[in-house]
């Protein structure tokens, strides 16, 4: 190849890739346990180096990028609205490990997966995919963010959906800083009772206890067969509840009641009631599933009807009260 040409294709490559901060964000890499630690912190336009509170938002499941984009923009890195954030708050996320932090869509998979030969995950996703990773990563996260001089200390709020609901839960209980935790759309008994929920609902024949059966024998197993691994199910089958329980600061605990896990959500609550447990504030949204879509008498959810806007300045009005 002509040197010329191949250094003018270099060039263009490069220059053509798209980064974190032609978005607008702060982008951090880190290095912890052998993992590079992909962090990016979105602040109000011109405040970024104003000194300002912490909210660190916990993402749910799968293996995507943080940021997402098609010839159209950027997709939304947060469900909410990050901007009724931004006057108090820098807003803080961390990528998955293995995972490259912005992809365009069209190199993602099913459900914007970033997938590599034979439909994998990467093995670094894999063998970092469980609890006590995300939870030790993001502590060690928050502690480095906290010596910067435009974050202030004052207040560290922690949120989490999903799956980042449980990994939230157990953050707040290990590291004393976090002064406010919201627990969205997490089953605090276990992913595995969810689970069980909607196969109970489906008229399955109860599979999925010879399942978790077979989970529990190999807990600690980190080998991928096509989900999550038999440890990162074990993990988050436990219940977070016993960390909500423990918490003394404000917790808001926000979930649909069309949600696999919502009974699950009502046991806490009448367990919290019993236990004078009155730093824990629940806020049900009915009709609603596990993003609060609308559903209708199938379950069907209504993708038309986004609601997570309402979520988030909830969220957020919880947290001028509290």
């Known amino acids: 190849?002509?040197?010329?040409?191949?250094?003018?294709?270099?060039?263009?490559?490069?220059?053509?890739?798209?980064?974190?901060?032609?978005?607008?964000?702060?982008?951090?890499?880190?290095?912890?346990?052998?993992?590079?630690?992909?962090?990016?912190?979105?602040?109000?336009?011109?405040?970024?180096?104003?000194?300002?509170?912490?909210?660190?938002?916990?993402?749910?499941?799968?293996?995507?990028?943080?940021?997402?984009?098609?010839?159209?923009?950027?997709?939304?890195?947060?469900?909410?609205?990050?901007?009724?954030?931004?006057?108090?708050?820098?807003?803080?996320?961390?990528?998955?490990?293995?995972?490259?932090?912005?992809?365009?869509?069209?190199?993602?998979?099913?459900?914007?997966?970033?997938l590599v030969e034979n439909d994998n995950v990467p093995k670094k996703y894999s063998d970092n995919n469980y609890l006590d990773y995300y939870v030790n990563r993001n502590d060690f996260v928050i502690n480095k963010l906290l010596k910067e001089n435009w974050i202030s200390n004052s207040k560290l709020v922690v949120a989490g959906h999903s799956e980042g609901s449980t990994i939230a839960a157990k953050l707040a209980t290990k590291n004393d800083k976090v002064t406010h935790l919201i627990y969205s759309g997490g089953n605090p008994y276990g992913r595995i009772l969810s689970m069980l929920q909607e196969e109970v609902y489906k008229r399955k024949n109860y599979d999925l206890i010879e399942y978790w059966k077979f989970v529990v024998e190999n807990k600690d197993n980190l080998d991928y067969n096509g989900g999550d691994t038999y440890k990162a199910t074990y993990d988050f089958s436990q219940p977070s509840a016993i960390y909500l329980k423990k918490l003394k600061i404000p917790v808001l605990i926000t979930y649909g009641t069309k949600d696999w896990n919502a009974?699950?959500?009502?046991?806490?609550?009448?367990?919290?009631?019993?236990?004078?447990?009155?730093?824990?504030?629940?806020?049900?949204?009915?009709?609603?599933?596990?993003?609060?879509?609308?559903?209708?008498?199938?379950?069907?959810?209504?993708?038309?009807?986004?609601?997570?806007?309402?979520?988030?300045?909830?969220?957020?009005?919880?947290?001028?009260?509290?």
């Open 1 to 114: 190849m002509n040197k010329v040409f191949f250094l003018i294709l270099i060039s263009l490559t490069t220059f053509g890739q798209k980064k974190p901060e032609d978005f607008g964000y702060k982008y951090i890499r880190l290095d912890y346990k052998k993992t590079k630690v992909d962090v990016l912190i979105q602040s109000k336009k011109g405040e970024e180096n104003t000194k300002k509170p912490l909210f660190f938002f916990c993402q749910g499941s799968m293996p995507q990028p943080l940021l997402k984009y098609d010839e159209t923009g950027l997709y939304g890195t947060f469900p909410f609205d990050v901007n009724d954030f931004l006057d108090e708050f820098h807003v803080v996320i961390v990528g998955k490990p293995g995972i490259p932090v912005i992809s365009n869509v069209k190199d993602l998979k099913n459900n914007y997966q970033y």
């Open 263 to 322: 009974p699950y959500n009502d046991l806490l609550q009448i367990e919290s009631i019993q236990s004078n447990l009155k730093n824990l504030t629940f806020k049900p949204y009915f009709d609603v599933e596990h993003n609060f879509f609308p559903v209708n008498e199938n379950r069907e959810p209504n993708y038309e009807v986004y609601n997570w806007e309402n979520v988030g300045k909830d969220w957020k009005i919880w947290l001028d009260k509290n």
